[in-house]
């Protein structure tokens, strides 16, 4: 039976010696990496079968980061985390969503061993699907103008203009469609290029229906939270090597539609202002 091939993934130099050291003599192939991208790279150009990787790690990324991107190129690899800290029961569950095991340091080396082969034995628990940002919004479109469209409801502000379902939520569409073209497109954050003439007919629209321009920042505040939401209920298949420049690109794109159909509400505004 061929050695299993191991990725040992931490910042501590002292415990990439001694653990590697100890998985070589229980005849492990061992692959150590200092850092994140380090890993990173490590990972696009070999194929292992347990990735052991520190949780926390200084600089960009962090075990999470490495995992996805383990999930992503090798879904039958196994996956294990290193943490100092043990009580962190908030987030283990969401961390056990993407790693196989969470192991507290310092940890008994008999029972390090004895996880990574059994783990090996049975294989990966569940299926290992990841996907990006763009994917997960692409597909939950209609859920999350749902949900949008319930939390508006809540804003007695909002909802003293009367409107249907269809006139109050049928920009949307289009906005998904754009942010997901973002996304893919990976456009550099702060980018003005992309133009969206319904943005702009939004502000216009919402000119006319009544709406003041604060009633239109609040509408795109909780487009926000609705999109976080949906990025919250999928953390199981998220792609956590992307999700903080997915975030970051999200929140540029929903301000810059907000800002086209301030332009065009103003310009609307002005318009009425003038005398007959």
Known sequence: MALA????????????????????????????????????KKINAEIFDVLLSDLHMPGAGDGLTVVSAMRHSNPKAVTLLL??????????QAILLQADEILVKPMNVEMLID?????????????RIVESVATILERSVESTIQSWFELVQMEAKLMAIPLTFELR???????FRDLVYRLRASKELGTKELLSAAAAEHGVTRRKQGYTAAMMVEESRILQVSI???????????????????VMTIADEVDSQLSQAMDSYIAESLGDALPA
């Open 5 to 40: 091939k191991v990725l040992l993934v931490d910042d501590d130099a002292s415990i990439r010696y001694t653990l590697a050291l100890i998985l070589e003599q229980h005849d492990f192939i061992v692959t150590v990496a200092a850092n994140v991208p380090e890993a990173l």
């Open 83 to 92: 943490t100092a800290f043990p009580a962190m029961e908030a987030a283990a």
């Open 115 to 127: 996880v990574i082969k059994q783990r090996l034995a049975i294989g990966p628990p569940r299926s």
């Open 169 to 175: 939520c049928g920009h949307l569409t289009q906005v």
């Open 228 to 246: 976080f939401k949906t990025l919250q209920n999928n953390l199981a298949n998220i792609d956590f090597s992307v999700v903080l420049i997915g």
